[in-house]
Nanobody
C-alpha cells in the first residue's frame, strides 16, 4: 500500500504560479495529477512515467502546467503557471503500478487526500 500526501496549494491571484508536491511512501511507476472543481467531476490534469521521460497533459493545461518527479525523494511535482480562476479546484495526486500513461481515473491504484488551489480574479 502506497500513501500519497499532497502539499503546496493555497489562495493566489490570477496570473500567479504554484508548485504542488506529492510525496509517496514508497516507489511508484506512473504518477498523475487530477483536479476537481466545485460541483464538477474529477478531471485528469497530467501524468508522468516512472523515469520522467514520458509526460501526458490535458489540453486545457498544456503549456501552463509542468509535471516532474524526483525518484530519490519519491516525489512528483506539478508546476502551475499563469493561473486562472477556472483552475480553482482540489488537486489530487494519484499513482499506479503499471507503466501506462493514462488519463483514466479508474486506472490509478492510489490516491492522496488533495490540496486546495483557489485562484482569485
Amino acid at each position: 500500500q502506497v500513501q500519497l500526501v499532497e502539499s503546496g496549494g493555497g489562495l493566489v491571484q490570477a496570473g500567479d504560479s504554484l508548485r504542488l508536491s506529492c510525496a509517496a511512501s514508497g516507489r511508484t511507476v506512473t504518477m498523475g495529477w487530477f483536479r476537481q472543481a466545485p460541483g464538477k467531476e474529477r478531471d485528469f490534469v497530467a501524468a508522468i512515467s516512472w523515469n520522467g521521460r514520458g509526460t501526458y497533459y490535458a489540453g486545457s493545461v498544456k503549456g501552463r502546467f509542468t509535471i516532474s518527479r524526483d525518484n530519490a525523494k519519491n516525489t512528483v511535482y506539478l508546476q502551475v503557471n499563469s493561473l486562472k480562476p477556472e483552475d480553482t479546484a482540489v488537486y489530487y495526486c494519484a499513482a499506479l503500478n503499471s507503466g501506462s500513461l493514462t488519463s483514466v481515473e479508474t486506472d490509478y491504484d492510489y490516491w492522496g487526500q488533495g490540496t486546495q488551489v483557489t485562484v482569485s480574479s
